[in-house]
């Protein structure tokens, strides 16, 4: 089974997203765009996991979101990984908050002492919108909405691959209530 664990973002911000991604196929062309009920912060991707294993990293997660409260942030940005002018990713970038990182931080650790592999690149907060299919190029970030809202749920995710793309399905739900 295919996992990753996801900072939930709330339905009117998804709302709000969904629209800009409406707004950018008009002007982007070769980008597969994610759809309302994809929309999340990647917190970290498990990848193919045994099902005996989803007890061992639900109850590592009820532990660790104990020791959070609701995470306020805000829409940022418009941008691409590596960049703009050869995206591979497009995304929306959050506003800093230090407890975010931490959190993902201390999610890494505690996975890496039961056997999965720590993620090498930085954390960048954002929400996957969009995966270029063709060479692209785009010259500036798009203006979008600065929103400000709070991510209140972690979720463990299955994500299954179909010829017509994934689909994601909570496994488990955690929410932020310190």
Same mark, same amino acid.
């Given at each position: 089974?295919? /996992?990753?664990?996801?900072?939930?973002?709330?339905?009117?911000?998804?709302?709000?997203?969904?629209?800009?991604? #409406?707004? /950018?196929?008009?002007?982007? +062309?070769?980008?597969?765009?994610?759809?309302?009920? $994809?929309?999340?912060?990647?917190?970290?991707?498990?990848?193919?996991? +045994?099902?005996?294993?989803?007890? &061992?990293?639900?109850?590592?997660?009820?532990? /660790? %979101?104990?020791?959070?409260?609701?995470?306020?942030?805000? =829409?940022?940005?418009? @941008?691409?990984?590596?960049?703009?002018?050869?995206?591979?990713?497009?995304?929306?970038?959050?506003?800093?908050?230090?407890?975010?990182? *931490?959190?993902? #931080? &201390?999610?890494?650790?505690?996975?890496?002492?039961? @056997?999965?592999? $720590?993620?090498?690149?930085?954390?960048?907060?954002?929400?996957? %919108?969009?995966?270029?299919?063709?060479? =692209?190029?785009? $010259?500036?970030?798009?203006?979008?909405?600065?929103?400000?809202?709070?991510?209140?749920? =972690?979720?463990?995710?299955?994500?299954?691959?179909?010829?017509? @793309?994934? %689909?994601?399905?909570?496994? *488990?739900?955690? *929410? /932020?209530? *310190?």
């Amino acid at each position: 089974m295919r /996992l990753f664990i996801a900072a939930l973002i709330p339905e009117d911000i998804r709302t709000l997203l969904t629209n800009y991604i #409406n707004f /950018l196929k008009h002007n982007i +062309d070769g980008v597969k765009w994610e759809k309302f009920e $994809k929309l999340h912060v990647t917190l970290k991707f498990l990848g193919d996991i +045994d099902e005996s294993r989803v007890n &061992e990293i639900s109850n590592l997660l009820e532990k /660790l %979101v104990h020791n959070y409260s609701p995470f306020n942030t805000s =829409i940022l940005d418009f @941008g691409g990984f590596p960049d703009l002018k050869n995206p591979k990713v497009l995304y929306i970038g959050l506003s800093h908050n230090s407890e975010l990182p *931490k959190f993902q #931080n &201390e999610l890494e650790k505690s996975l890496s002492e039961i @056997g999965f592999e $720590k993620e090498k690149r930085r954390f960048i907060p954002h929400i996957t %919108v969009g995966r270029v299919k063709k060479r =692209i190029h785009i $010259k500036e970030s798009l203006p979008i909405t600065q929103s400000i809202f709070d991510i209140t749920q =972690i979720g463990l995710i299955k994500s299954e691959l179909r010829p017509e @793309g994934s %689909v994601y399905t909570p496994l *488990k739900l955690f *929410k /932020l209530e *310190k």
